[in-house]
Structure formats: structure tokens, C-alpha cells
């Protein structure tokens, strides 16, 4: 019996030593589960960024940043007057919730959209490719600068705003010392590297970074889920439609014919729109360079020809002027010819890189309506369109 006390003693002690192991950040991040001050956002579709939520601060792991294997990036999300945490040496910090931010993609200028956040942008690597109406009139007005972009980048105007984040692509064969000024400057440079990502949902889920940082995450989290469950519903509407009609994609260069690999997102499109790709089967999550002589046996059968032409003033005619022998293709012939250049500003801006990045449902509703025409009868196009004979 005396040794009861003790036994209860061992227990205790052995169940607080499980439940607060200092300075290891899993059993925080267990515990963050339920004191977080934050609201939470899950990432169930990307594999190049995670988030985790502790007490009193965020943690943003950007995987893989430039396309390559190397190191991990972090990121420590914090209020104003927030201690800095432990444990994370090379982490830079961000102070949240972003009230200015400069961005080098127009893509980025579409995560702020989606999040109703035009307004803390200050800055733009160029002025001449954003569509944003939003933005272009906070251009105009003076509020949103040019600041360049890779080697062009002007580091004493970035340095004289001192943007609350300097959000740029992580280009491959990039490298962070290329913003060294920027960070001795105090500040933080984030790397998005959304073109990593093998599945339209995976590309567009990145606004949850965007989301982080402006601690917009009961927002996003609403959004998102519709456009989660919206590209369901399509994906299984277009999956046991028949026939699949096959498709081409993009045009021959002077260097090569860029067809997407097999694990690229536009391959996912044209699965998802119910759509034979020969090319499904390759392991590239990129482009593959292939020469036209190559392309030219599938091309001259395919039902539908996409991503034709880049200029919005492209027609049928414009497009065989470049080379006589896609006169050849059935898609040609029939005129089954569409481009996602519907929306194009007068100055080139493209909504298919910006807002579209985010929407992928209505990028997908409008491939269903082009190769399955009557299981969308009312859909109008929204990115895409046929091109004129």
C-alpha cells in the first residue's frame, strides 16, 4: 500500500513530461491546436508550401522553392510587438497582418483579388502585364509603382518603400542572394512557387498563402471551398462523357513545339474536361520540347487544337500564315480552333494568368463546354474562345 503514492507520483510525472516537451516543435504545434489566436487554413491540394499555426505565431515552409532539390525556406508570420520565437535561426519574419506588399507576377496580383486585397499592394516588377481594372486604376492614381524585376530589380526604390513583403517566383536556377540588399534592408523576400504544382486546385490553393499573410483566413477558407467544390462537380459531370475527343495543344517555334508533360496542370485540364492527351502518360510536369515533325502525326488527327495564338486579335487565318502545314490539321479544318485570350487588355494583360489562376472551376467549365458542348449548353465562355475564320 505505501507504494501507491509513488506509483501515482510516476504517473503524473510521466504524463507532463508528455504533454510539455520544451523546445520540441511538434508537441507545440499540438498544442497550438487548440491555443492558436489565429483562425486555420489547411493545405490538402499543394506540395510546395505548408503552414502551421502555434500560439502566437504562423510558420510557412515554402518546399522546394526553385524547382529543385534544396533547402526548405521559412517564413515567421508574427503580430507587431510579437516575441520572436525560438528554434529558427534563418527564418525571416513577417509582420502581419501585410498592409504593403510589392509583387513580381501578375498570378500574385490574382491571389489578392480573390481575397478582395488590391489595396495593399504598392508595387509591381511592371506595370505593362496586369490586368486588374482595381489595379490599373491604383497605377494611374499613382499608388502602385514599378520596382523591376530578376536583374532589373530596383532595390533603392524597393528599399525607400520598405514593403511590409517582397513576394517574387522562385524561378529555377534562382538563387536568395540575388535580394541579399533587400533582406540587410529588413525586408522580408517570399518566394511563390505555385508553377511547381502538377493540378489546377494545387496552383490555385497558393492564395492560402496569400491568406496567411493578411490574415484573411476564414475568408479564403469559404472561397476556396467553392471553387473546391465547383471543380468537383465538373470533373465529375465531364468524367463519363464519351467519346474523349483528343486534343493539341500550343504552337510550333523556331526552337520547338512546347507540349505540356503528362503531370502538368493543363494536362490535368484536359483530363478533368473529359479530353483524350497522347501525351498524358509522360512523367513531365513541365513543357516538352518536341519538333514538329513529331507532333505532326497526332496533330493531323486531333479533334480540337487549344492554347492557339496569343494576341487577341489572332484568327484562323493569322495562325496558318505562320505555317502552311497546319492547314493540314482536322482541327483546322473544322475550325475547332480556341485560345485563352478572351479577356486581354489593351496593352496585352492576359485574366487567364491572373484571375484565372485562382478560378480554376470556370477554366474548366469552359474546356467542358468546347469538348462537351451538351453538358454546358448554357455556359458562356469565360477565358477561352474560338478563334474567328
Not at 508533360?261 to 484536359?270: L, Q
Not at 463546354?369 to 475564320?389: A, D, G, S, T, W
Request: aromatic fraction near 12%; include cysteine; charged fraction near 20%.
Amino acid at each position: 500500500m505505501p507504494q501507491i503514492p509513488h506509483l501515482l507520483l510516476f504517473l503524473t510525472l510521466f504524463i507532463y513530461s508528455c504533454t510539455s516537451s520544451g523546445g520540441d516543435h511538434g508537441s507545440e504545434t499540438a498544442a497550438a491546436d487548440t491555443a492558436t489566436q489565429f483562425v486555420k487554413t489547411e493545405i490538402f491540394h499543394a506540395k510546395g508550401f505548408a503552414i502551421q499555426y502555434f500560439k502566437d505565431y504562423k510558420l510557412v515552409s515554402i518546399i522546394n522553392p526553385f524547382g529543385e532539390k534544396g533547402d526548405t525556406l521559412q517564413y515567421i508570420l508574427q503580430k507587431k510587438g510579437a516575441n520572436a520565437p525560438q528554434g529558427y535561426p534563418r527564418a525571416q519574419h513577417i509582420e502581419i497582418p501585410v498592409q504593403s506588399l510589392a509583387a513580381m507576377s501578375s498570378m500574385h496580383v490574382g491571389l489578392l483579388g480573390f481575397l478582395d486585397a488590391e489595396n495593399v499592394l504598392t508595387g509591381l516588377g511592371s506595370l505593362q502585364y496586369v490586368y486588374s481594372p482595381k489595379v490599373v486604376e491604383m497605377i494611374k492614381a499613382g499608388k502602385v509603382v514599378e520596382v523591376g524585376r530578376d536583374q532589373g530589380l530596383n532595390d533603392e526604390k524597393l528599399i525607400e518603400m520598405h514593403p511590409g513583403v517582397v513576394m517574387t517566383i522562385g524561378n529555377p536556377g534562382g538563387k536568395m542572394d540575388h535580394y541579399r540588399l533587400l533582406k540587410e534592408a529588413g525586408i522580408p523576400v517570399l518566394i511563390n512557387s505555385e508553377w511547381v504544382e502538377r493540378t489546377p486546385l494545387a496552383r490555385a490553393e497558393w492564395v492560402k498563402l496569400m491568406a496567411a499573410l493578411l490574415d484573411k483566413e476564414a475568408l479564403v477558407n469559404e472561397k476556396f471551398a467553392e471553387v473546391e467544390s465547383e471543380y468537383g462537380k465538373l470533373t465529375a459531370l465531364a468524367a463519363n462523357a464519351t467519346p474523349k475527343p483528343s486534343v493539341l495543344s500550343g504552337l510550333n517555334t523556331k526552337d520547338a513545339w512546347f507540349i505540356p508533360g503528362g503531370n502538368s496542370y493543363m494536362a490535368r485540364f484536359f483530363k478533368d474536361a473529359g479530353a483524350y492527351y497522347p501525351w498524358n502518360n509522360t512523367p513531365d510536369a513541365g513543357s516538352l520540347p518536341l519538333s514538329f515533325e513529331s507532333v505532326y502525326p497526332f496533330a493531323l488527327k486531333a479533334d480540337f487544337w487549344l492554347n492557339v495564338g496569343f494576341d487577341i486579335r489572332d484568327t484562323q487565318p493569322a495562325i496558318l500564315a505562320l505555317d502552311a502545314r497546319y492547314g493540314d490539321f482536322k482541327a483546322f479544318k473544322t475550325g475547332k480552333l480556341y485560345s485563352y485570350n478572351r479577356v486581354v487588355s489593351e496593352t496585352g494583360s492576359n485574366d487567364f494568368f491572373e484571375s484565372g489562376s485562382v478560378n480554376p472551376h470556370k477554366v474548366l467549365a469552359d474546356m467542358i463546354r468546347i469538348f462537351h458542348p451538351e453538358l454546358l449548353p448554357n455556359h458562356r465562355f469565360v477565358y477561352y474562345k474560338q478563334l474567328p475564320r
